[in-house]
């Protein structure tokens, strides 16, 4: 079977969700952590490799992304899709920016485009500016994201300082004119230079429009949502089988935990609701003094609740006392002590029984995949935004649930760990 799509995935949520959206769809998705496990989730029509590249360095970002894109054209990768966040987050040193134009050039194609957009989680791009629901990106939460404070709604603006090559817009009156419009609309600015374009899109028609434009594209950038549309024009032209793939997850019992990391508010709403039921540590990120003794207490804490049930074990705290951290560490500190004591502590669970776990948070999301040393997930079907499941290889499979920050129903995370424990077909 040809690799219709390889997914590059600047992190562990977001890439689990676009296989998770693949597979709902019957469309069996490799999903990886390395590069070097490409060939082993082939043959299948799309293989995700998802690393933690959202907020490195922009050179290691790079890298990592030209090794991922490598081993999907190595293994016969028709597209290679750049997945991000649907709020476009990146600095003005990047990410998204360099790792578009590293790809560019890794595939030859001669233009790129830009669809982070999700009608399902209200995030549109109009007139190349980003709303969050009825707010502008700026005037939202995200303003106040501690690793990407998203300042600047306007995306042609935020990716003309990220990149080294003409940026234009398709607006929304050529996307919503429909596909042949679209193409000519794009055409025009592929003759006057542009490299790269951002696609205004509001609906899901907007969506269906421009993934029947891209579709074939050799390289193609945004939000999951856009590849929700692929599945439809591959059978239309007889690409995949019509007959969906079906594979299901096994049950994982044991311990169940959730570990948090995202300070997002939604995040926050969602520790609070557990905590109604069940435990809650709080770990003060600026207050540790000694990592391994922090994750020592944190586990013999844990051991001391689990056998009545799930517990959680946060870094996360609201803006207020993030700032306080961050002003003792540097942003960059606080980030790695947090993610430091998280990753130790799945380590440290995972040893004395624990096999079920949900991680909220990206960047927590690929330090606790990193450190467990896993490298290759089944992943279940999408459930929606933020809900999601996935089991390991191995003798000893855990099951998880990489969760984004800003996603998911309040009371998600007892009822997720729960469904670990059965099988889902």
């Not at 990149?163 to 000519?184: D, E, N």
């Not at 692929?230 to 079906?246: Q, V």
């Amino acid at each position: 079977m040809e690799l219709l799509l390889g997914v590059v995935a600047d992190d562990l949520t977001g890439g689990m969700e676009t296989a998770a959206m693949l597979v709902a769809l019957g469309v069996d998705c490799g999903f990886v952590t390395r590069p070097e496990r490409v060939a082993e989730a082939v043959p299948a029509p799309a293989v995700v490799v998802a690393q933690k590249t959202r907020v490195v360095p922009p050179g290691e970002a790079v890298a990592k992304a030209e090794a991922a894109g490598r081993a999907l054209r190595e293994a016969g990768a028709r597209q290679l899709y750049f997945k991000y966040c649907a709020t476009f987050d990146s600095t003005d040193r990047g990410n998204i920016g360099p790792v578009a134009e590293a790809l560019l050039a890794l595939t030859g194609a001669p233009l790129t485009g830009y669809c982070p957009s999700s009608d399902e989680l209200g995030r549109t791009v109009y007139n190349g500016h980003m709303f969050v629901g009825r707010q502008l990106l700026s005037e939202s939460p995200k303003r106040h994201d501690p690793l990407t404070p998203m300042t600047d709604p306007d995306l042609v603006r935020v990716l003309g300082r990220q990149t080294t090559m003409p940026v234009g817009l398709a607006p929304h009156q050529a996307v919503s004119a429909g596909p042949a419009a679209l193409r000519t609309h794009v055409a025009s600015l592929k003759r006057d230079g542009i490299r790269h374009v951002i696609l205004d899109a509001i609906y899901a028609r907007d969506l269906a429009a421009i993934a029947e434009v891209v579709v074939s594209w050799p390289l193609m950038t945004g939000n999951a949502t856009l590849v929700r549309h692929y599945p439809a024009l591959w059978r239309a032209r007889g690409e995949i089988d019509a007959a969906p793939a079906r594979r299901g997850l096994p049950a994982v019992d044991g311990f169940g935990v959730v570990l948090a990391g995202s300070c997002a508010e939604r995040s926050l709403e969602q520790l609070a609701e557990f905590e109604r039921h069940r435990p809650v540590l709080r770990i003060d990120v600026g207050a540790i003094a000694d990592p391994e003794a922090e994750i020592a207490r944190a586990s013999d804490w844990a051991m001391a609740h689990l056998a009545d049930g799930p517990v959680a074990i946060a870094t996360s705290a609201p803006v207020d006392e993030v700032r306080v951290a961050q002003e003792k560490l540097g942003v960059a500190g606080a980030a790695a002590a947090a993610e430091a004591v998280l990753g130790g502590l799945a380590v440290a669970l995972r040893t004395r029984g624990v096999r079920r776990f949900l991680v909220a948070g990206g960047e927590t999301s690929g330090s606790v995949v990193e450190r467990l040393g896993i490298e290759r997930l089944h992943v279940g079907p999408y459930r929606g935004p933020g809900i999601g499941r996935a089991v390991s290889e191995g003798a000893e499979p855990l099951a998880l649930s990489l969760k984004s920050g800003k996603l998911g129903p309040v009371d998600m995370f007892l009822p997720t760990l729960e469904s670990m424990r059965a099988t889902e077909a």
